[in-house]
């Protein structure tokens, strides 16, 4: 029997195929150079980035291998999922077996008279391409049936899709019609029938099974040169067509995926750099963002995932963040074409309605297969405004008024912050020794509704033994909002008051009820010098309930959900801490609503929401739909913006006979 294996070359060795194949691999990659060349300079017309990328390499590389390689993230969704796995590693196994063929061919068969593919690792390797290469046109065919059959509202066609779909199956297609010309000569030799194990190429032979031998040759030459033309066409056109995301959401996910893990930052807002000396704040022309941002653009694969869970998308306003993404990305290339925008891109590429539309809610980048944040964009911008032409709404200019006058939304008095304490044993943090400041935060101290909160989670601390105080009177706003609707001003003179009295009374551990002040408080105080132990209070609960310390007897009834905060779920990774309070204090069921953890849906009081008049269809019905669907008939929360929006929708939609809105504290102190 012969050597199992195959000749590489075999029937266009005779006309150079080798060194044309040699040709065409120096030409790809010359035009490949000069593409990434330019993309680069694109890409560098953007501001430095304050971005070390040897920093947490390791947690990094394993957030792509993961995501990227491994497709996590991708498969969060089905169909659209394997879909990409198919196509991915399809490829991917062709490039290797590819690159395995050159090296023989190339290297060890050239230099050396040495072949490797041969024997029982031929069989293996064989079968294993063939596989490859048909899950990639199973992948492909699948994208071509959802793109312009099934044709999801969140897909929109360009003719660059088409052709990169038509293109790579043409590839695919070919290379098997190659190889199944190529099995035809040999497979009426009973030494080849070992070829069995290329199985999609012996299916193939059949086709060409007793056409005469000379035909077979000149067939088989007019496949072989025609895939190998369109297959570097194909490694060509990477760079000018949405194939590019091939680099570009691979190193996306390296550059952002450490804010992914429980060591990230997600959430926190970047700092204006060199606030004191700035010409001008906010980002108003392209050129204003960051290499970073810019490259986001570029890695935006246009999949529409992000706009899935958008509050702004689903309920009817004027944002989508794949449209606000891809009209940046629009921007951009105008920009880097000579076609300047001297009217700046605010109401021109982006609407001023646009922006202010959205939550900071994150669902957009949590959503998103490769990392690629909005609000970081968006933030810019409303920071143009506010501070650089002082134009916002009339609701941020009253919301900014009363900051300024009274260091909370409201525009209420100090005195006002103690209303909740009476009759409680609370100490004054300034006048006394405590262990831990309770951060009572703007909403529970002002709020009747929160008040509530504000008592019940104070009587849980004095329940537990828990060495605690509050400000009182100099308790300030935190400077979230001003913050998150673009007055970096204002947020620095307010955070840095706070950060300077703590430090003054020694404070080093802190609570809070709110996921808003939680965020604001651990991770961007410590931009401006403030590293404090931060708690929320989902978390200390269920601590004192692990410990021992406080006993929950189960008191709640009836069926019960819990709502996500984004502040407390996709911002800081807390979801099992609330579950599992509310676990202990429910003697009735528990269900989920049908979006919950990282794709919970907002409550529509983020991002400076809480304090705009809303238009349009209301986020907050969106959301409490959900809790109806499932007959819930109390919604748990732990935010004091989530529980003041839930409690509207539930009066709104005229359930409040059969559904209550609570927060965690409240459900605790009810069974202690």
């Not at 293996?124 to 391409?129: D, G, W, Y």
């Not at 025609?226 to 000018?240: A, K, P």
């Not at 922006?355 to 609000?375: E, M």
């Not at 929950?552 to 709502?563: A, I, Q, R």
Request: charged fraction near 25%; hydrophobic fraction near 40%; proline fraction near 3%.
């Amino acid at each position: 029997m012969m050597d199992i294996g195959r000749e590489i070359f075999w029937n266009v060795k005779d006309t150079g195929a080798q060194w044309i194949s040699y040709a065409f691999m120096v030409i790809t990659f010359i035009i490949l150079i000069v593409g990434l060349k330019k993309r680069y300079a694109m890409w560098k017309i953007g501001k430095p980035a304050s971005f070390n990328f040897k920093e947490r390499l390791g947690e990094r590389i394993g957030y792509f291998i993961a995501n990227g390689i491994f497709h996590k993230s991708i498969l969060r969704e089905a169909f659209p999922g394997w879909m990409h796995f198919f196509i991915f590693w399809g490829f991917l196994i062709l490039s290797i077996g590819t690159g395995l063929v050159a090296f023989q061919a190339d290297f060890t068969d050239l230099f050396f008279k040495v072949k490797f593919l041969k024997g029982d690792f031929y069989l293996v390797f064989s079968f294993l391409l063939d596989l490859a290469g048909l899950m990639a046109i199973i992948g492909i065919l699948m994208a071509i049936f959802r793109r312009y059959v099934t044709k999801p509202t969140r897909l929109d066609n360009k003719p660059d899709d088409a052709i990169v779909l038509v293109w790579i199956l043409v590839v695919l297609v070919t290379g098997f019609l190659a190889e199944g010309v190529r099995i035809a000569n040999f497979m009426a030799d009973p030494n080849y029938v070992y070829e069995k194990w290329s199985f999609v190429g012996w299916a193939t032979a059949y086709i060409f099974a007793g056409i005469p031998k000379e035909s077979i040759e000149v067939t088989h030459k007019v496949f072989w040169y025609f895939h190998m033309v369109i297959s570097f066409g194909l490694l060509m056109y990477i760079v000018y067509s949405r194939l590019l995301h091939i680099i570009t959401s691979s190193l996306n996910m390296m550059f952002r995926g450490v804010e992914d893990v429980p060591a990230g930052e997600r959430g926190a807002i970047a700092p204006i750099a060199d606030f004191e000396n700035a010409e001008e704040f906010g980002v108003n022309g392209i050129e204003g963002f960051t290499w970073r941002q810019i490259f986001d653009l570029d890695a935006c694969t246009r999949c529409g995932r992000c706009q899935d869970l958008c509050p702004a998308y689903n309920t009817e306003k004027p944002l989508s963040p794949k449209q606000f993404i891809q009209d940046l990305k629009a921007e951009w290339e105008r920009h880097c074409n000579g076609v300047k925008n001297e009217d700046g891109m605010i109401d021109t590429a982006i609407k001023e309605d646009t922006l202010w539309s959205c939550t900071a809610c994150l669902a957009c980048q949590v959503n998103c297969p490769v990392s690629i944040p909005t609000f970081d964009k968006n933030i810019e911008m409303r920071r143009y405004l506010t501070l650089t032409l002082s134009k916002t709404t009339s609701d941020t200019k009253l919301l900014f008024k009363n900051l300024q006058k009274n260091s909370n939304p409201y525009g209420m008095g100090k005195k006002e912050r103690l209303g909740w304490t009476e009759g409680l044993d609370i100490k004054n943090a300034a006048e006394h020794e405590v262990e831990y400041l309770y951060w009572v935060g703007c909403v529970a101290s002002l709020d009747d509704r929160n008040r509530k909160v504000a008592r019940s989670f104070a009587t849980i601390l004095n329940q537990a033994g828990v060495s605690f105080g509050i400000l009182g009177q100099d308790e300030a706003c935190c400077g979230d909002p001003a913050r998150r609707c673009g007055n970096e001003e204002q947020y620095l003179g307010t955070a840095e008051s706070n950060v300077e009295l703590l430090k003054e009374l020694g404070i080093k551990k802190i609570i809070t009820t709110c996921p808003h002040c939680y965020t604001t408080l651990k991770k961007e105080y410590a931009q401006i010098g403030g590293s404090f132990e931060v708690y929320h209070q989902s978390e200390f609960i269920w601590k004192l309930i692990s410990e021992g310390k406080l006993k929950v007897n189960p008191d709640l009834e009836g069926k019960v959900t819990f709502h996500d905060p984004c502040y407390l779920g996709r911002a800081n990774g807390i979801f099992d801490a609330p579950r599992n309070v509310v676990e202990k204090a429910s003697k009735g069921t528990f269900q989920e609503m049908g979006r919950n953890h990282n794709r919970s849906f907002c409550c529509g009081g983020g991002g400076g929401g809480m304090w705009m008049e809303e238009h349009h269809k209301r986020i907050n019905h969106a959301r409490i739909d959900e809790a109806i669907e499932i007959s819930a008939s109390t919604v748990v929360t732990a935010c004091p913006y989530c529980l003041i929006m839930m409690e509207d929708a539930i009066k709104d939609k005229e359930k409040v006979e059969t559904m209550k809105a609570l927060d965690l504290s409240e459900i605790v102190v009810k069974g202690l």
